[in-house]
């Protein structure tokens, strides 16, 4: 059959949406249980129901809208992203994969489609770890990657807890039920921008993203002797800053001299006590974020990180304590959806070729449970998490055009 989606729908919702935000256009900024992202979900909800297609919450606030298939008691073919933004976002991370899962959706089944297997969109919880440190709860969850134990662990800044935050939102029950039963998705494929800046320096329309990098998060805490930055002579200091500050800098050096061209390794926040310019730091928080797919490559440059963090505070006489936030493995691309979305660009016309994602999304916990595959749509500049993030509509439409023929195809695998 001849499938068409409607990419000027799909826009007007993406601008409309856009409006559900805490801060001025043209930024976004739209966090997990707040009164915007209620906005934002009763939006979607509404839309899914005007579709005739089903919809469904579960414990933490994923939210579900399936067409339903010849056999409903196959394995469902799965699509979906976010639509919670860090503050000052954009309009396109995340919001693409959801609204441009529910048009594919939609579109399929306005032109007759009938497909052997359900097909669902997924609007997961809380993909951004702004509010509670950890990024995919929602995700997470579903594939069992993290305990319901440490989700109740987990608190804003204000010391609001996950449980009081979503009873606030008006979700409830127990958080194990959402965990998906196995074989729940026969394969997930996924509808993101790129957010780098490959496929436009490359003029490519379609990205099949083969691996997505995931990360391995820390935190190292210095505590050495805080002192007047006059009085303390060198030879007697004990400076927790410039140990941080040397492995700052040999992140780069491991980074960039890896044996793999996706290693990346930042840090994004240092914090120093007392913080005052005439005070020798007596503690100091550094924060690391450490990436590639070759888990074998970012595990040892993590290693190493430690190894010299430990050496340092000796050689130093300071304490140090490392503390864990995160280590994910990367997931590696089904090539059976990569072929679909090849052949599906083919068949359009569209330029395409493969590449990883050095960003991390919900399809790195959807791998734990079923095939996956994402599709990818260029970003001007490489622009992401920012305002002036921008996607065309006619990049859009390419890539909600490829995730409907790529589901329609998996549909009857």
Known sequence: MNIKVNGKRTWDELEQLSTFSDTPAPSVTRIIYTENDLKARNYFKGLAREAGLEVREDAIGNIFARLNGDDKSLPAIGTGSHCDAIPHAGKYDGTVGVFGGLEALRSLKEGGFKPRRPLEVV???????TRFGIGCIGSRLMAGAITVDHIHTLKDKDGLSVDQARAAAG??????????PPKYYEYFVELHIEQGPVLEREKIEIG??????APASFRIHFTGQAGHAGSVLMPQRKDALVPAAILIAELESLAKNSDSPDSVGTVGVVKVHPGAINSIPGKVTVEFDIRDIKLSTRDGIVHEIHRRARQLAEERSLQVEIEMINSDPPAISHETILQAIEESATLQGYSKMRLVSRAYHDSLFMARIAPMAMIFVPSKNGYSHRPDEYTSPEEIERGVQILAMTMSKLSHA
């Open 123 to 129: 609007f997961f919880t809380s993909e951004e770890p």
């Open 171 to 180: 979700y409830s029950g127990d958080l194990s039920s959402a965990i998906l």
């Open 208 to 213: 099949a993203v083969t691996a997505i990098a």
